[in-house]
């Protein structure tokens, strides 16, 4: 029952039990939904035996479990199969490149097909028999060298493919080339690389439009300058997920970042978030992003409950009009599942107050609220250059009280307040300009001890004189995901509450700092419970 497992999520992909971590391979074909990911079968803990596991979806809320997809058993993937990508080919036909760990204990890339195509589901997958399609290459230590992305097809007739790895502390994306997807050949630089950032893992090299919201195809490479390209890297040092932006002249061969990649600059979430992988939507027309959401709690407490990890709710992401950042948001079929929609608009919330949102079920929400700030002249000073948003809102925590914030919601609350996820913004000016933080404080989120209450903080690219500051925030048991500014900055945490589960938890919206906020427009309705993994004849296809 709920209570008796009250982290398990109720509109959150994970597993039936045991341990999962990336997403793998997510894909569209045929009508299908697909998404594998990393699993150990045997128990709730990571092991370097991986297998594929394999879900599949209508819509991207409900999913159905279905067999392991690759399993580590032959001798090029014995020790483990690895993260990787699907691939649609023209033909549509799908292919899935993953890396194995061969019998040498060697990262290698390996190829796999679907043994029926026509299959709605493919359920069994055949490894190729010239596995490994890539070998280590020279100079790379054998468990260095991993998580193939998916394939794009350039104006030369021939696939490309990145693949993470580091030489010397230098992040590296390879890149690979090939006519047939079979035989590749190291093309003599990388795409990319970046000294002092360690090992690259789930890399992601995907196009966005320069102008509007909608996907593109993988394989749209130049389009006339109407594409931007992304490159993603997970920095295995931090566990994080960074990204630049950039033009891609597959010609040259060269990719050109406008954005550096540093330790402060753009992440896809700043919250516990790792291992992302993007996917082409053909059907709606739209680029879906999902990641792995990995644990705050103790091992102790993850063989108690004998499962870990989640997936973030699939989010669409698109190019910001500015063109220097993305833009993320829950995809759109999360609203079937929401009920009871309560709100109101224009109320004034005065320094030190909060409001209960009422009439949902505040531990499985989905609430968005906006703030229209007056009197900005009274904002408090700071100057941003050099300043850790992180570090500011755990120094500057949900009880600090300041003139513009903290104000936003507090998620997950018990009735006394012991506990709370406050998701909340402050307001700063410098010399006329203004800067926006956005905070996840997780500090009071449960009574319990041993487990990681890191705080997290962004800046959101704003400007509060021209914009109201919205926030949405998905609450699901011990997820809350959190997105600031329309979706500009991200920011997803877990929590385990003690008090603060079922019927007993509450939501509010808060003002502790000493200048009154307006909000201009609250909305927040309960979510449904998706059926999520359940047993394989629930699904049908209309
Ligand atoms: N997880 C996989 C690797 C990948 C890492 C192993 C990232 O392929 O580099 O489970 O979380």
């Known amino acids: 029952s709920p209570l008796e497992q009250p982290y ?3 509109f959150h992909f994970q597993p039936p039990k045991n341990w999962m971590n990336d997403p793998n391979a997510p894909m569209y074909y045929n009508g299908v939904y697909h998404l594998f990911y990393q699993h150990n079968p045997n128990g709730p803990l990571f092991t370097v035996q991986m297998h594929w596991a394999h879900s599949v979806s209508l819509d991207l809320i409900n999913w159905t479990h279905l067999d392991l ?8 993937d014995i020790n483990g199969c690895w993260s990787g990508s699907a691939t649609i080919l023209p033909e549509n036909k799908p292919i899935i490149l993953y890396t194995g760990i061969d019998s040498n204990n060697c990262q290698v890339q390996n190829l796999a097909v679907p043994k029926d195509p026509s299959d709605p589901y493919l359920h069994e997958w055949i490894k190729h028999t010239n596995n490994p399609v890539i070998n280590l290459p020279n100079g790379i230590l054998h468990d260095e060298f991993r998580d193939p992305s998916t394939a794009w097809l350039a104006h030369d007739g021939k696939w490309r ?21 079979v035989n590749w050949s190291k093309h003599e630089t990388p795409l990319y690389e970046v000294a002092g950032s360690g090992i690259w893992e789930c890399v992601d090299f995907f196009p966005v439009l320069v102008d509007g919201k ?18 993603k890297v997970g920095m295995y040092d931090n566990v994080r997920d960074y990204y630049m932006i950039g033009d891609y002249d597959s010609v040259k061969e060269q990719y050109v970042a406008q954005n550096e990649l540093t330790v402060d600059t753009l992440r896809l979430d700043y919250g516990k978030y790792y291992a992302s992988k993007s996917f082409y939507d053909p059907v709606k027309n739209r680029r879906i992003l999902m990641a792995w959401v990995n644990e705050s709690d103790s091992e102790a407490d993850v063989i108690a409950k004998g499962w870990s990890g989640v997936q973030s709710l699939p989010r669409s992401v698109w190019l910001d009009r500015n063109q220097k950042q993305l833009v993320q948001w829950p995809v759109e079929e999360i609203e079937m599942l929401h009920e009871n929609e309560v709100g109101f608009q224009n109320k004034d919330l005065e320094g030190g107050s909060l409001v209960e949102i009422e009439g949902i079920t505040a531990w499985q929400a989905d609430a968005t609220i906006s703030f229209k700030l007056t009197n900005l002249e009274e904002a408090e000073e700071l100057d941003p250059s050099g300043i850790d948003p992180q570090v500011l809102c755990s120094d500057m925590n949900a009880s600090k009280k300041g003139k513009f914030g903290p104000f936003g919601l507090l998620a997950l609350a018990s009735h006394d ?3 709370q ?6 307001v700063f000016q410098n010399n006329g300009k203004y800067t926006v ?5 997780q500090s009071r989120s449960s009574t319990r001890n041993g487990i990681d ?10 400007d509060p004189q021209q914009e109201e500051i919205s926030l949405r925030t998905l609450i699901d048991h011990s997820i809350v995901e959190s997105f600031g500014g329309g979706g500009k900055t991200c920011i997803t945490a877990r929590v385990y509450p003690t008090l603060a589960i079922g019927e007993q938890a509450k939501l509010f919206a808060f003002n502790y700092g000493t200048e009154s906020v307006v909000i201009s427009d609250l909305k927040a309705w309960s979510v449904k419970k998706a059926q999520i993994n359940i047993q394989e004849t629930v699904i049908c296809k209309d």
């Open 69 to 76: 997809a690759l399993a580590p058993i032959h001798p090029f």
């Open 421 to 426: 996820t406050a998701i909340f913004f402050r």
């Open 437 to 441: 933080v956005m905070c996840s404080d």
């Open 214 to 231: 909608n996907g593109v195809d993988t394989s749209v490479v130049n389009m006339n300058g109407g594409v931007k390209h992304v490159l």
């Open 8 to 10: 398990r999520t109720a």
């Open 161 to 181: 493919i990145i693949v993470g790895s580091q030489k010397d502390k230098t992040g590296i994306a390879f890149l690979y080339h090939s006519t047939d997807l």
């Open 417 to 419: 307040l012991t506990e």
């Open 453 to 462: 209450k890191t705080t997290y903080g962004a800046f959101v690219d704003i």
